[in-house]
């Protein structure tokens, strides 16, 4: 039925169902028996982890399991209806409204292809569904109402027939979408987006509710909706829309800023300016932003920075209970070591070394702090009496340093209680590398005689002992006439 061609590029078998279906039934079934966490189960194949979190995402959302993950009263009667969840949640909520017949007439056509047409505009397909004479449309009919008579109604609908947006908004709140960007484009309450042809009437809709839509998250198009508007939202979920004050960071100056916003989930619908935040609050937010930025944003001194890369030389050499200074490490653990103690910091420029020093150390547990100078020291003092920094960023401590300061040095500088050499980069008179080594007595034995013949030209006034073993050390050139 294919060439040759297109079968190589088919799968060897077809995925299983489990891995690429909407969960939302399955968890209200595992409700319903009892079992809250579907882990415990023996799948053939495992569902998604991230599947799964959506679709007990959506139930609580629509109020059919509560936090533990157990069955609500709604919940049953969700699952009662042989609808899928969603629009069994449309009609239960409607039926608490006294629309039960036109949600479960709306639940048939969305359930049922091609009954109103296959038009992207829900209402129209309505329209013309209630004018169709067809056996089909009859037995649909018939089916919405055993479905409504099943759930019965609470309350008395009203005389005006609710348009079908209200009704869907129970079906689909993460749905709910409000044009932004254009024409035809939409954001909706989940944060994700979708696009509707700007030849279709729909396109040009302040607000929707989306029932069906196809393609990649970051770029689906919409298959089927209804226009909504504002007042719908606040006269039928009035809980979904919140108004509340949010600390952020500003990703264009780096800084924390605060604002009141009115919003329903990522959809804001208002947003007024408030005073710098400042406080957790503001160190949270500053958080979020290293989190978007990376590690290399935090403007670490000198210092901070040496402190991180020795702490992490200890955690890669010795292991638990030394922390991770990695970035990888670090960015998983920032409320932790960053957000205590950085509360006067109103953007990444304000950030202290001291702060994050102070940080760093609080990972450190208390009884291995006094241990670092010993094991991991900031510097090694030459037999010259300098002091000469220790680098901790490679594989092994490095120590870089004029030869002439080691002389007179008969063992090879070591640190953590002189059990772990230092590396050795030799360097000479004009700082450029001569030698790196594990071993000085050696190099003072074997490869020093190659090293002091090219020297000795090269820097003419700098001291270049046969034996420099038993040399004096010394950072100065040689006195003139010598």
Request: aromatic content about 6%; some cysteine.
């Amino acid at each position: 039925l294919w060439h040759s061609g297109q079968t190589a590029a088919l799968a060897a078998f077809t995925p299983p169902q489990i891995l690429a279906s909407d969960l939302s039934g399955l968890l209200l079934d595992l409700a319903h028996w009892g079992v809250a966490d579907p882990s415990t189960l023996r799948f053939l194949d495992p569902p998604p982890e991230t599947t799964l979190r959506e679709a007990r995402g959506l139930l609580l959302e629509l109020g059919a399991i509560d936090s533990r993950g157990a069955l609500t009263p709604r919940g049953r009667r969700i699952r009662d209806l042989a609808l899928p969840v969603r629009l069994a949640a449309m009609a239960v909520a409607a039926a608490e409204e006294g629309r039960a017949q036109e949600a479960c007439l709306l639940a048939v056509i969305l359930t049922e292809q091609g009954l109103g047409g296959n038009g992207i505009d829900i209402e129209e397909r309505l329209r013309r569904f209630r004018s169709e004479r067809s056996d089909r449309a009859e037995a649909a009919r018939g089916l919405a109402r055993r479905m409504a008579a099943e759930l019965g109604a609470s309350k008395s609908a009203g005389p005006k027939p609710v348009l079908p947006g209200a009704l869907l908004m129970h079906a689909f709140p993460d749905r709910i979408a409000l044009q932004r960007g254009g024409r035809g484009r939409y954001v909706m309450a989940n944060g994700r987006g979708a696009e509707i042809p700007e030849t279709e009437r729909l396109a040009a809709a302040g607000m929707l509710v989306i029932a069906d839509l196809t393609g990649r998250a970051g770029a689906q198009r919409v298959l089927a909706a209804a226009e909504i508007d504002r007042s719908d939202v606040e006269g039928h979920m009035p809980e979904a829309i919140v108004t509340e004050e949010q600390s952020f960071f500003d990703r264009a100056s780096r800084q924390v800023r605060a604002r009141r916003v009115t919003r329903l989930g990522a959809i804001i619908f208002e947003e007024k300016p408030l005073p710098r935040p400042s406080g957790e609050a503001a160190a949270r937010a500053l958080a979020d932003g290293i989190r978007q930025l990376g590690l290399a944003a935090v403007p670490f001194p000198k210092d901070v920075e040496q402190l991180r890369d020795r702490i992490g030389f200890l955690h890669r050499s010795i292991g638990e209970p030394w922390p991770d200074m990695s970035d990888t490490g670090l960015i998983s653990r920032l409320d932790e070591w960053f957000v205590p103690f950085q509360g006067g910091a109103g953007g990444i420029d304000g950030i202290k070394g001291r702060d994050l020093a102070e940080g760093l150390m609080s990972l450190v547990p208390y009884e291995l702090q006094r241990d670092l100078a010993r094991l991991a020291p900031t510097h090694f003092e030459a037999p010259t009496g300098q002091r000469h920094p220790i680098h901790y960023d490679g594989d092994e401590p490095l120590l870089s340093i004029r030869v002439q300061e080691l002389f007179g040095l008969k063992t090879h500088p070591a640190i953590g209680d002189g059990r772990l050499p230092l590396l050795l980069e030799l360097i000479s008179p004009g700082h450029r590398p001569i030698q790196t080594t594990r071993d000085l007595p050696g190099f003072w034995a074997g490869s020093w005689k190659d090293v002091r013949a090219e020297m000795r030209g090269r820097y003419p006034k700098h001291p270049w002992p046969e034996d420099p073993a038993n040399a004096m050390p010394t950072t100065r050139a040689k006195p003139r006439g010598t």
